[in-house]
């Protein structure tokens, strides 16, 4: 829905028709208005605060209230028309409003096209009408036509609504699918984790982002991936449901599969560092230069982590290189034993420095990686009398790139070779994270 609604370029709201409280207003509503969720009651309570002139209040009230004095189990669409709306901030702005009800869903859809500066000029108006027309085939759009279900929910499940996209992507109708329920279309494997996302949506969280196995008629499953947005009661301010968009990522899913076959095939001819018989640092740069390329495309996060031997040098002078080298296989060992992903990759950088390549990894899940890296070198109990912990231990540096910007692949490792040296004046034997993405302009 955030992708959808917050992209479009007038202001949206929703209502819903059994207590009219407003649910739902996206980002271009606030930018016109100045109002948030909160600010209203009601529709009632919009329409009376907002409408500074009675004739523009009573067009209002007449075009909505013909349906709320006599509903029906029909569509019901507001036609456009010309509004004046007070903002929050005393300014009086003209609008053109359109909207349209659907009792089965139990919602009813509102549009605002900012038109105070067309209005001035009068051969601007011609158009400010145009796109309210167009305003109103966007609402199709999303709602008949996108290969993306739309899933309205109250946590209570007493509304609900699905768009007809469910049947391209399941095979069930609208109502099939509402009849099996939203958990009820889940793989026992995916279950739990729908569960949680719902659960964490229930106490409060914004979004949530999960992939899963959907039921289709006939019994088979397709991978989607579902963003799920909540929305609070704006009387009690307490989370009430969530909007949220599913969409088939079946061909996606064979895409990153053949990506993992590819760097399976990558692992086995790549040239590996002699000594510790992992990838060395040229298997490295070639393969983040392949992942810059699929970044371009992808919508998730990359993460890499730089790794450095602490008091290596004191390791050697102390043990000897043979020993030396031993630690350093003993520790790529280890490397290779904490990912478990295909598309993971390990490499010596240089001397005692590892590098790992974490495509598809947010900030947080690369932490848990360096989290569990220092336990188990120390779980080696490599002894090492000239540092202070008594074994050999390593120091971390993360750094992450998100989706949607260039991947700077000389930025990035600049920023994980500096979270390590930070890690180094913090005492070493620790990690340190560097802020995803480039600098702010």
Known sequence: MEVGFNAMPVGVSWANLADQKIGYMNRMFTEIFGY????????????????????????AWKSWGAYFSAPDLFEFSIEPMELRILCKNGEIKTILHS???????????????DITER??????LQAAERAARENKAIYSLLLDHSPDMIIISSFDNTSRFVSPAVTQITGFTPAEYLEIGALGSIHPEDLKGAQDGIENLKNGAVR??????????????????????????????????????????SEQRKREDALASEYRELSE???LDELTGIANRRTFNQTLEREALRHMRSNRDV????????????FNDLYGHIPGDECLKQIATVLQRVLRRDPD???????EEFILLLPMTHLSGAEVIARKILQAIMDLAIPHADSPYGVVTISIGVACWPPGIVLDQKLLLEQADQALYRAKDGGRNTYRLHECGPPAA
Request: hydrophobic residues 45%; aromatic residues 14%.
């Open 119 to 124: 209005k001035r000029n009068e051969l601007f």
């Open 269 to 271: 001819v790549a040239a």
């Open 36 to 59: 948030v969720m909160g600010d209203f009651v009601d529709i009632a309570d919009w329409i009376e605060r907002t409408y500074p002139f009675v004739e523009d209040r009573d067009l």
């Open 208 to 249: 949530e982002v999960y992939s899963f196995q959907m039921l289709r008629k006939g019994g088979s499953y397709c991978w989607v991936e579902a963003l799920a947005i909540g929305y609070s009661d704006p009387v009690t301010g307490k989370p009430a449901g969530y909007i949220a968009t599913v969409r088939d990522v």
């Open 99 to 113: 909207g349209v009800i659907l009792p089965e869903t139990g919602w009813a859809l509102a549009t605002f096209v």
């Open 303 to 314: 993460s890499v982590l730089l790794l450095d031997v602490d008091y290596f040098k004191q």
């Open 345 to 351: 990759l390990a490499a010596r950088f240089g001397g």
